[in-house]
């Protein structure tokens, strides 16, 4: 056995004392990088770039040592025992979990410091809520009068066709669906002969339900029942488009034969009006729609006629008569930009005084032809482009009225020759009786509907509702109910019409002196037109306004959208 010097160790071993003297090492040489890994990452987070308010990046320098500053003593530094200071040191570096929570502290050090990204998100100068509000102007109520809205007592009048309306009310209509025989007599009896049941004396049957059906008829030619010859225009949809009825355009008889009974009486209503026996009358024709009014009616001292839409076309064929387009924008000089005979930009290409005058100035004749082919060339560039448009009604009066029905007289293109309504004349509605006229009742549906919860009573009255119809109707429902609303559906190429009379409202205080005067003469004149004394004398003012809508209560009168 080999004996084991004790002054001696072997190779391999290590002494105790050495194991602890390393171990001391490892553990200052922790401590050390952990004081140098703080130290860099403070040095790092003093030296992040600043971002200025334009987004450029300031560099911050450090200020280079003066070597030949000299070096002030501080004074009253206090003095540190260095055993205390040796103690603290071992304590520091004896503690593995001291270390621990250093690098902890480090970290969270690091975690605090915000990103570059931060910084430029972050402006230098920080706003407060307190400057915010110093800087808002203080806001000023201003308190206005809220004015009551105040309803007119009486409807005015709308030339638009109605095609369909319904009323609705909270309350319980005094008429019903269902009617007696004596009332539908008595409801047929006052319209044909045009009575004012109300004041006129009589022996008919005076019910509420009796009058409300006298306001549910018109007078048409022709009546085709299998044909809707209401809803016809250049832009209205014709939903019987895709029957399977026999033309009458397939027949040549047939054709000639409406035509000829067409004729007849479109020309017994044109000399009712003239008579002052009908107040107004629709003709409702293929591409354009007319209406023909007595005088005083509309706020026109003669006969009036407006026909919509109109082409350049058919304005150059009524160009030698007198008309005037109301709804045109006026120029410059306060003069229409094109009227019937006061167009003189037509007629300078026609009219040989300018080209004489030309020629005097010394303008050679190539130059005359030029000059005359941009003149037309720019005037009939102007009228086209309002072709179709509502700034294209046509008003003619007097005479020319007279013109106007001798050319729809001849107009074939009144008539179309395709579709449903091929072979098939212009539809007449009148509120008066006429040679060949059919009376036409009116489709009256009752029924309950439920708006927004609350149940209301309902009247639909379908077909054509002509002017008339529409006041009477409202002033029948205004003496019954306490309040109603109407829905109205609008033949759209009749709506020019009104808003052509409202166009007549601007004029001078002597003028309308002079119409106020007209229009008095007038109601006598027209004492036997068949429409209501109340109803007449609306008709006679120019107090026209579209709509299409009406709501009514007992209080307020009528508020119209």
């Not at 105790?16 to 703080?38: I, T």
């Not at 059906?213 to 048409?220: F, G, K, L, S, T």
């Not at 007549?504 to 109601?523: M, P, V, W, Y």
Request: glycine share 4%.
């Amino acid at each position: 056995m080999l004996e084991l010097d004790s002054s001696c160790t072997p190779p391999k071993w290590k002494r105790p004392e050495d194991v602890m003297k390393m171990h001391r090492m490892k553990m200052k040489k922790r401590a050390l990088q952990n004081r140098f890994v703080k130290s860099m990452e403070t040095a790092s987070s003093s030296q992040i770039p600043k971002i200025d308010p334009v987004g450029r990046m300031v560099v911050q320098r450090s200020p280079s040592k003066n070597p030949f500053r000299r070096k002030t003593p501080v004074k009253n530094k206090p003095q540190v025992d260095p055993r205390l200071a040796l103690k603290r040191a071992r304590v520091e570096y004896s503690d593995d979990n001291a270390c621990t929570s250093n690098l902890s502290k480090v970290l969270r050090d690091c975690e605090s410091i915000p990103s570059v990204s931060q910084f430029h998100a972050l402006d230098e100068s920080v706003i407060s809520f307190v400057d915010v509000l110093r800087t808002v102007k203080p806001v000023t109520v201003i308190e206005e009068e809220i004015k009551e809205i105040v309803g007119k007592s009486d409807l005015p009048v709308d030339w638009t066709l109605r095609t369909k309306v319904r009323f609705l009310s909270p309350n319980t209509f005094p008429w019903s669906q269902k009617i007696k025989t004596c009332e539908e007599a008595s409801a047929t009896t006052g319209f044909v002969r045009c009575l004012d049941t109300d004041n006129d004396e009589h022996s008919l049957d005076t019910s509420p339900n009796s009058r409300f059906h006298q306001c549910c008829m018109a007078w048409q030619h022709p009546s085709l029942p299998w044909v809707d010859l209401i809803h016809r225009g250049p832009r209205i949809a014709i939903r019987d488009s895709s029957n399977n009825m026999p033309s009458v355009n397939a027949n040549s008889v047939f054709r000639e034969s409406l035509f000829t009974h067409w004729i007849d009486s479109f020309r017994s209503l044109f000399q009712l009006v003239r008579a002052n026996q009908c107040p107004y009358f629709y003709v409702l024709a293929n591409a354009f729609t007319c209406t023909f009014r007595a005088s005083s009616i509309g706020g026109y001292k003669e006969l009036n006629a407006m026909i919509y839409p109109t082409t350049q076309g058919l304005r150059d064929i009524l160009r030698r008569e007198e008309f005037t387009m109301p709804l045109l924008e006026e120029d410059e000089n306060g003069s229409e930009l094109f009227s019937g005979k006061l167009s003189e930009d037509v007629k300078i290409a026609e009219d040989e005084e300018p080209e004489r005058w030309l020629e005097t100035m010394g303008a050679e004749q190539s130059e005359i032809k030029r000059l005359q082919s941009s003149q037309s060339e720019l005037v009939s560039t102007r009228q086209r482009k309002i072709d179709s448009t509502k700034e294209s009604l046509v008003l003619v009066t007097g005479v020319e009225a007279q013109a106007l029905f001798n050319w729809l007289i001849n107009c074939r293109s009144a008539v179309s020759n395709t579709g449903p309504h091929a072979g098939i004349p212009p539809t007449l509605l009148a509120p008066v009786a006429f040679t060949g006229a059919t009376l036409t009742p009116l489709k009256v549906r009752q029924s309950i509907v439920k708006v927004d919860g609350q149940s209301y009573n309902s009247i639909e009255v379908k077909g054509p509702v002509m002017p008339d119809a529409v006041y009477n109707f409202c002033d029948l429902l205004s003496k019954s109910l306490m309040k109603f609303t109407a829905t109205f559906a609008n033949l759209e190429t009749t709506k020019p019409f009104t808003l052509a009379s409202e166009s007549k409202k601007d004029c001078t205080n002597s003028q309308k002196s002079e119409d106020r005067a007209i229009h008095l003469f007038g109601q006598q004149n027209l004492s036997d037109c068949g429409l209501r004394d109340i109803v007449l004398k609306k008709f006679c003012l120019a107090n026209t306004k579209a709509f299409d809508s009406v709501k009514y209560t007992k209080d307020n009168g009528y508020f119209i959208s």
